[in-house]
């Protein structure tokens, strides 16, 4: 079964850019019908949805932070990355990984990784 | 962006109760909804996809309905690893938003 698992800096400065890797284990993340996901929740709040990139390298980003975000793979690792441009304190929570399964027309996220709390200060 | 309202915010149940949530979209979204389940320090599970149709090893007592703007979320009959947040989901367009969730505590 496939399992997702975060891994990258826990601490960022104010300006600098987050950058986060998804390992996929259990399954391809070459396999059509998916698309790699990356979701963060404030604390004690609700989750917000930051992009996806499916098995073409196709890229799809929330319009709210499109400029701020980018979405890369490398199927020989099986990893996925997200990078997040420009933080400040408000981009502080906690970022999970998820697959996007596509079962036409229907879409949702299974599995979700752990998730990773990342903390914006100086 | 499609708001996804919520109710209620929270609510105190007893192991056994039956147990509604409902979400509203701001606008039409068929049946282009899935709810997951958060407990503290997880990550979301997927329950149910497509407004109704039950994720594979979820429990029977767990049931979606609706289809439009408004759709429910009934548990049967709670029971004490139901105690969690519940969020719904829409799939309709992108951006994917979610509810701002369902806190069901112990009575």
């Known amino acids: 079964q496939v399992q997702l698992q975060e891994s990258g800096p826990g601490l960022v400065k104010p300006s600098q850019t987050l950058s986060l890797t998804c390992t996929v284990s259990g399954g391809s993340i070459s396999t059509g019908g998916h698309y790699w996901s990356w979701i963060r929740q404030h604390p004690g709040k609700a989750l917000e949805w930051l992009g996806y990139?499916?098995?073409?390298?196709?890229?799809y980003y929330n319009p709210s932070l499109k400029s701020l975000v980018s979405i890369s793979v490398d199927t020989s690792k099986n990893q996925f990355s997200l990078e997040l441009s420009s933080v400040t304190a408000a981009d502080t929570a906690v970022y999970y990984c998820?697959?996007?399964?596509?079962?036409?027309?229907?879409?949702?996220?299974?599995?979700w990784g752990q998730g990773t709390l990342v903390i914006v200060s100086s | 962006d499609i708001q996804m309202t919520q109710s209620p915010a929270s609510l105190s149940a007893s192991i056994g109760d039956r147990v509604t949530i409902t979400c509203r979209a701001s606008?039409?979204?068929?049946?282009?909804l899935n709810w997951y389940q958060q407990k503290p320090g997880k990550a979301p599970q997927l329950l149910i996809y497509a407004a109704s149709t039950l994720q594979s090893g979820v429990p029977s007592r767990f049931s979606g309905s609706g289809s439009g703007t408004d759709f429910t979320l009934t548990i049967s009959s709670l029971q004490p690893e139901d105690f969690a947040a519940y969020y719904c989901?829409?799939?309709?367009?992108?951006?994917?938003?979610f509810g701002q969730g369902t806190k069901v505590e112990i009575k």
């Open positions: 606008q039409t979204i068929s049946s282009y």
């Open positions: 990139i499916n098995n073409s390298g196709t890229t």
């Open positions: 998820a697959r996007g399964r596509l079962v036409r027309p229907h879409k949702w996220f299974d599995p």
């Open positions: 989901q829409q799939s309709y367009i992108i951006p994917p938003t």
